[in-house]
Nanobody, 117 residues
Protein backbone atom coordinates (compact mmCIF):
# COMPACT_ATOMS: atom_id res chain seq x y z
CA UNK A 1 0.00 0.00 0.00
CA UNK A 2 1.01 3.59 -0.67
CA UNK A 3 -0.25 6.63 1.20
CA UNK A 4 -0.12 10.11 -0.32
CA UNK A 5 -0.67 13.44 1.42
CA UNK A 6 -0.82 16.73 -0.47
CA UNK A 7 -0.20 20.18 0.92
CA UNK A 8 0.37 23.70 -0.32
CA UNK A 9 -2.89 24.69 -1.95
CA UNK A 10 -4.52 28.06 -1.44
CA UNK A 11 -5.82 31.23 -3.02
CA UNK A 12 -3.60 33.29 -5.30
CA UNK A 13 -4.08 36.09 -7.80
CA UNK A 14 -3.65 35.50 -11.51
CA UNK A 15 0.00 35.61 -12.44
CA UNK A 16 1.07 34.36 -9.05
CA UNK A 17 2.77 31.16 -7.98
CA UNK A 18 2.11 28.23 -5.67
CA UNK A 19 4.02 25.08 -4.85
CA UNK A 20 2.23 21.87 -4.00
CA UNK A 21 3.88 18.99 -2.18
CA UNK A 22 2.98 15.32 -2.07
CA UNK A 23 4.51 13.17 0.63
CA UNK A 24 4.51 9.44 0.00
CA UNK A 25 4.73 6.68 2.58
CA UNK A 26 4.24 2.93 2.70
CA UNK A 27 5.51 0.71 -0.12
CA UNK A 28 7.47 3.52 -1.70
CA UNK A 29 10.01 1.26 -3.34
CA UNK A 30 7.25 -0.13 -5.54
CA UNK A 31 6.32 3.29 -6.98
CA UNK A 32 7.22 3.61 -10.65
CA UNK A 33 5.76 7.03 -11.37
CA UNK A 34 3.96 9.84 -9.59
CA UNK A 35 1.71 12.45 -11.03
CA UNK A 36 -0.56 15.40 -10.48
CA UNK A 37 -4.17 15.45 -11.59
CA UNK A 38 -6.73 18.18 -11.20
CA UNK A 39 -10.48 18.43 -11.29
CA UNK A 40 -12.36 21.66 -11.79
CA UNK A 41 -16.06 21.99 -10.91
CA UNK A 42 -18.21 20.28 -13.50
CA UNK A 43 -15.22 18.86 -15.37
CA UNK A 44 -13.49 15.52 -15.56
CA UNK A 45 -10.30 14.87 -13.70
CA UNK A 46 -7.32 15.54 -15.98
CA UNK A 47 -3.64 14.73 -15.85
CA UNK A 48 -1.49 17.79 -15.20
CA UNK A 49 1.81 15.98 -15.46
CA UNK A 50 3.88 13.11 -14.18
CA UNK A 51 7.39 12.11 -13.26
CA UNK A 52 8.99 8.69 -13.42
CA UNK A 53 11.34 7.18 -10.88
CA UNK A 54 14.17 8.15 -13.21
CA UNK A 55 13.03 11.76 -13.34
CA UNK A 56 11.45 11.87 -16.79
CA UNK A 57 8.54 14.30 -16.88
CA UNK A 58 5.62 15.01 -19.13
CA UNK A 59 3.00 17.74 -18.96
CA UNK A 60 -0.40 18.61 -20.30
CA UNK A 61 -0.21 21.19 -23.07
CA UNK A 62 -2.22 23.62 -20.96
CA UNK A 63 0.52 23.86 -18.31
CA UNK A 64 3.72 23.42 -20.33
CA UNK A 65 6.18 26.19 -19.63
CA UNK A 66 4.32 27.26 -16.48
CA UNK A 67 4.31 24.18 -14.22
CA UNK A 68 7.26 22.07 -13.16
CA UNK A 69 7.18 18.69 -11.45
CA UNK A 70 10.14 17.57 -9.39
CA UNK A 71 10.83 14.73 -7.03
CA UNK A 72 13.02 14.42 -3.94
CA UNK A 73 13.56 10.70 -3.54
CA UNK A 74 15.40 11.17 -0.26
CA UNK A 75 12.34 12.85 1.24
CA UNK A 76 9.84 10.66 -0.65
CA UNK A 77 8.17 13.85 -1.82
CA UNK A 78 7.00 15.17 -5.16
CA UNK A 79 6.44 18.83 -5.91
CA UNK A 80 4.40 20.84 -8.37
CA UNK A 81 5.71 24.35 -8.90
CA UNK A 82 3.00 26.42 -10.54
CA UNK A 83 3.91 29.79 -12.03
CA UNK A 84 1.95 32.31 -14.06
CA UNK A 85 -1.27 30.91 -12.67
CA UNK A 86 -4.50 31.57 -14.52
CA UNK A 87 -8.11 31.49 -13.29
CA UNK A 88 -8.64 28.36 -15.40
CA UNK A 89 -6.07 26.58 -13.23
CA UNK A 90 -8.58 26.67 -10.38
CA UNK A 91 -9.28 23.09 -9.33
CA UNK A 92 -8.73 20.47 -6.70
CA UNK A 93 -5.28 19.04 -7.29
CA UNK A 94 -4.60 15.40 -6.55
CA UNK A 95 -1.36 13.56 -6.16
CA UNK A 96 -1.30 10.06 -7.63
CA UNK A 97 1.09 7.14 -7.81
CA UNK A 98 1.37 4.02 -9.85
CA UNK A 99 3.43 0.94 -9.30
CA UNK A 100 5.51 -0.95 -11.85
CA UNK A 101 2.43 -3.00 -12.67
CA UNK A 102 -0.97 -1.32 -12.81
CA UNK A 103 -2.47 2.11 -13.27
CA UNK A 104 -2.88 5.20 -11.14
CA UNK A 105 -4.23 3.28 -8.19
CA UNK A 106 -3.10 5.47 -5.29
CA UNK A 107 -4.47 8.93 -4.62
CA UNK A 108 -4.11 11.70 -2.09
CA UNK A 109 -7.04 13.53 -0.56
CA UNK A 110 -6.67 16.56 -2.82
CA UNK A 111 -5.83 20.19 -2.17
CA UNK A 112 -7.76 23.21 -3.44
CA UNK A 113 -6.05 25.73 -5.69
CA UNK A 114 -8.03 28.88 -6.45
CA UNK A 115 -6.79 31.59 -8.80
CA UNK A 116 -8.60 34.93 -8.80
CA UNK A 117 -8.66 37.23 -11.79
Amino acid sequence: QVQLVESGGGLVQAGGSLRLSCAASGSIIRIDAMGWYRQAPGKQRELVGSITRGGRTNYADSVKGRFTISRDNARNTMYLQMNSLKPEDTAVYYCAAKLVVGGWNYWGQGTQVSVSS
